[in-house]
């Protein structure tokens, strides 16, 4: 095959050229129709709001392929009738996800490596977009053939299905493989687009990132993972790239390519070195090009268990009472990022058992959990927290989680709910557990039922834990440790020091232990962060929770009936023996878990 490269500027030329002959001209001229049936499609194509060559065939005055021959003459392209399956390279359609061919009507066909080229197959030469997004996905110059819609949709299916056998077409697993190699300028058999992204995912799972960043800059694009919380850079690549990285990222999630004006959200699910992994995808446009976020939620790294998520004795018991109760709130506070719905999960879990109808309504479904009932957020159909908690209501629940309470309308659903039987588990955005009351009373609840509601919140924030592989003892000065709510003289005497240390059931305080694998500082000291290979030479290695759990009681609910204010609260809760989120992380240094530094900077807001 000998024809010209076909990129959207070729073609957008084609089309506007004034000397250019119309399809339903070059269609007469040939013979294969009558100048007054053109008539009548013209005028047929304006009512239906269609092209005219649909037009056309719709009234059965021309064939799919005489027109697709019109259009080869109009556009100086090459026409084929039929295309064998096997003549389609296999590798080329494993990159595209089905519902891109279709919707776009088009399908890569032959990749000439050495020469940086790709054959395309296309029912319309005018998807100018779609067209340079192909050749920007597999780093090749775009040479199209037109074959006719019916015949490339049956070669899409035929393809597809000789592809999937006992797979969904849309979630096909893929193995991901180990390339250090800077794979923009390898040389493989995958094109380097694919290569590059293919490695900054299997990478970011490799050192358990969260999340990676794909930031373009001025002449740049930075890539940077979140690990155990925090960005650190980890690649950059010529701006060049930029709209081919984006490009696969969203055939990857399904999103549509030929939009870089508006945000969008999608998702991919892969397995990565035997891992299944979901990935939440976003884009955002910029003052420099487009920008993507993608999420990674590794379901064989996560324990959905209370007892794994860091817990110390006192608060397990407390949230353990809370979520046996029959019914009533339980609310877990917290920013995004801060492991409020692995709670969630791992309380389900706790209380999950087939004498219990269990549902929750979330956006979106992070985690699978077997013998529960959870509803997906659909807001295009008006499928929100607030429909989807007042649907639940109708089916006999025992237990509800919503994702998140945001409005008064879920918040009131949810106190109904709670009131008539249920035990309602929820999140709501503050920085502690008392500023929950109170902003539920902000949204315009009632505080009389916000008072009688409410059995319990937590507020949470997540810490690195200290790597034990490099960390060594520090010395703290009196300054750090009374910040931390620590006794300088107490620990200096090697005596309890805890400000407000967490109390066993008889009310004793419960001295430092070391979880499995750590071990407790030496007298007078605590671990500092130091550094070494297995940390990435950032002093930590993975991360644990501090906790805030506030029990109501009658003086409490007295406080929020008076709407007293979330400092009053507060200090209240604290004279009966709340524990906040810094002395819950004061605990954990004197247990070996992590670092004064560290805890200081998570818990910054109670200074």
């Not at 004498?355 to 959990?369: F, K, M, S």
């Not at 524990?579 to 992380?585: H, K």
């Amino acid at each position: 095959m000998n024809h010209p490269v076909a990129t959207s500027a070729v073609l957008s030329d084609a089309f506007v050229d004034s000397g250019r002959r119309l399809l339903g001209d070059i269609l007469v001229e040939a013979g294969v129709i009558a100048p007054e049936q053109l008539a009548e499609a013209l005028a047929s194509q304006h009512l239906e709001q269609s092209r005219v060559g649909e037009a056309l065939v719709s009234l059965k005055y021309c064939e799919e392929i005489d027109v697709c021959r019109a259009l080869g003459d109009q556009f100086a392209l090459p026409v084929v009738e039929e295309v064998a399956v096997d003549d389609v390279q296999d590798e080329l359609v494993e990159q595209l996800p089905i519902g891109y061919a279709r919707t776009n009507a088009v399908l890569p066909w032959k990749l000439d490596r050495e020469r940086g080229e790709l054959d395309v197959l296309a029912a319309d030469p005018l998807r100018l977009l779609s067209i340079d997004d192909l050749g920007q996905v597999y780093d090749a110059d775009v040479r199209v053939t037109l074959l006719p819609p019916g015949a490339l949709d049956e070669l899409i299916n035929r393809i597809y299905s000789k592809r999937t056998k006992d797979v969904q077409l849309e979630k096909k697993d893929e193995e991901f493989d180990d390339d250090d190699e800077d794979i923009l300028h390898a040389s493989a058999e995958d094109a380097p687009i694919i290569r590059f992204v293919n490695s900054l995912i299997f990478n970011a799972s490799k050192e358990k990132a969260s999340d990676i960043h794909i930031e373009p800059g001025d002449r740049e694009i930075i890539v940077r993972n979140r690990v155990d919380g925090v960005l650190h850079e980890v690649k950059r690549a010529p701006k060049a790239h930029l709209p081919s990285i984006i490009a696969r990222v969203k055939i990857m999630a399904g999103l549509n390519i030929a939009e870089k004006r508006l945000p969008q959200d999608g998702r991919i699910r892969r397995k990565i070195a035997g891992k299944e992994v979901d990935m939440r995808v976003a884009t955002a446009p910029t003052a420099h090009g487009e920008r993507v976020t993608i999420r990674l939620l590794d379901k064989s790294a996560v324990l959905l268990e209370l007892d794994s998520i860091g817990m110390s004795p006192d608060h397990l018991t407390m949230v353990r009472e809370i979520i046996h109760r029959p019914h009533g709130i339980f609310l877990v506070t917290g920013p995004t990022g801060s492991g409020k719905t692995t709670t969630l999960y791992s309380a389900l879990s706790e209380i999950n058992r087939p004498d219990l109808n269990i549902l929750t309504i979330e956006d979106p479904v992070e985690y699978q959990l077997a013998g529960i009932s959870q509803v997906q957020v659909q807001s295009k159909i008006n499928l929100n927290f607030a429909t989807g908690l007042r649907s639940f209501l109708r089916h006999d629940p025992d237990v509800i989680m919503v994702g998140e309470i945001r409005d008064l309308e879920t918040a009131e659903i949810a106190i109904q709910a709670s009131l008539t039987g249920h035990l309602v588990l929820s999140t709501i955005h503050t920085n502690d557990a008392a500023t929950g009351i109170t902003r539920l009373v902000d949204l315009g609840v009632q505080p009389f039922l916000v008072a009688s509601s409410l059995v319990g919140l937590q507020a949470q924030r997540l810490i690195r834990r200290v790597c034990p592989h490099c960390c060594r003892p520090h010395k703290p000065e009196r300054v750090e440790l009374s910040e931390l709510g620590i006794d300088p003289d107490r620990f200096a005497a090697h005596e309890p020091s805890l400000r407000r240390p967490p109390r066993d059931d008889d009310g004793n305080p419960i001295r430092p232990r070391a979880p499995e694998g750590r071990k407790i500082p030496p007298p007078g000291h605590v671990w500092e962060a130091v550094g070494c290979a297995r940390c990435n030479d950032t002093g930590y290695s993975g991360r644990t929770g501090v906790y805030e759990v506030l029990m109501l009681n009658e003086d409490l609910r007295r406080l929020a009936i008076q709407r007293a204010g979330a400092a009053e609260i507060k200090q209240v809760a604290m004279e009966q023996g709340l524990r906040t989120l810094r002395d819950d992380g004061a605990y954990k240094v004197l247990c070996g878990m992590s670092t004064i530094d560290e805890v200081m900077r998570v818990t910054a807001e109670e200074m």
